[in-house]
């Protein structure tokens, strides 16, 4: 079955603990991204990977890292998290970044 | 479930009625466009897309409607279903690599 897969699916932490968010798609996708949800303001673009090794910041990358060693994953990386960062992320994937992206289930964080 | 908004505009439709649910975009230079639904929990799930040099595409039961004019996407669904309830984004990309989320709409189906 084609996914994406999310882990952990929620986390409650605190301040300043590194925390990373495991992204793999089994669909060969070139195109991978992680999103944050927040009410009112929508899905927003944190960091996208067109590829292997090349990884470009969207529109609210501050306070993430991501990488990208291989093509199936693509883990979000919260190297000191504060409580602004409390959100709902999602990654997905795609062929390319002008095709419809599958999204994971999202993993809900809480940042104390 | 997840709450993924909870100051959305709503809509409300009756069982088997038709849906409208529209989008105002924001960069007249997109060219690509994308409905998704999300359901309670769930990440978002692609329904249908439209390219800009279209105005019009079918799925089965939803319709996209692009005018380009005034910036303005719409997805119309036929004879609603409860299974229809939940979130409903618009997408647009442009630069071939810049996605931009609407804040969507949720509908509701009553019977």
């Known amino acids: 079955e084609a996914q994406v897969t999310q882990n952990p699916r929620y986390l409650i932490t605190v301040t300043g603990k590194k925390l990373t968010v495991t992204c793999s798609q089994n669909?060969?996708?070139?195109?991978m991204s992680w999103y944050r949800q927040d009410p009112g303001l929508g899905l927003r673009q944190i960091y996208y990977?067109?590829?292997?090794?090349?990884?470009d910041k969207g529109d609210v990358p501050e306070g993430y890292k991501v990488s990208r060693k291989e093509k199936r994953n693509f883990p979000l990386i919260l190297e000191s998290p504060s409580p602004n960062q409390t959100s709902l992320y999602f990654c997905?994937?795609?062929?390319?970044?002008?095709?419809?992206?599958?999204f994971g289930d999202g993993t809900r964080l809480s940042i104390l | 479930g997840e709450s993924v908004g909870l100051h959305l505009p709503t809509l409300s439709v009756q069982e088997g009625d038709n849906s409208i649910i529209n989008c105002a975009y924001s960069?007249?230079?997109?060219?690509?466009f994308i409905w998704y639904k999300q359901e309670s929990g769930k990440g978002p799930q692609f329904i249908i897309d439209?390219?800009?040099?279209?105005d019009k595409r079918q799925g089965q039961r939803v319709t996209v409607l692009l005018n380009k004019t005034v910036k303005h996407l719409s997805l119309q669904i036929a004879a609603t279903q409860p299974g229809d309830s939940a979130v409903y984004f618009c997408?647009?990309?442009?630069?071939?690599?810049?996605?931009?989320f609407g804040t969507g709409t949720r509908l509701q189906v009553f019977p």
């Open positions: 997905a994937s795609s062929w390319s970044s002008n095709q419809p992206q599958h």
């Open positions: 669909m060969n996708h070139e195109y």
């Open positions: 990977s067109m590829n292997v090794e090349v990884t």
């Open positions: 960069n007249s230079a997109s060219d690509y």
């Open positions: 439209i390219r800009s040099n279209m």
């Open positions: 997408a647009e990309i442009f630069n071939t690599d810049k996605l931009i």
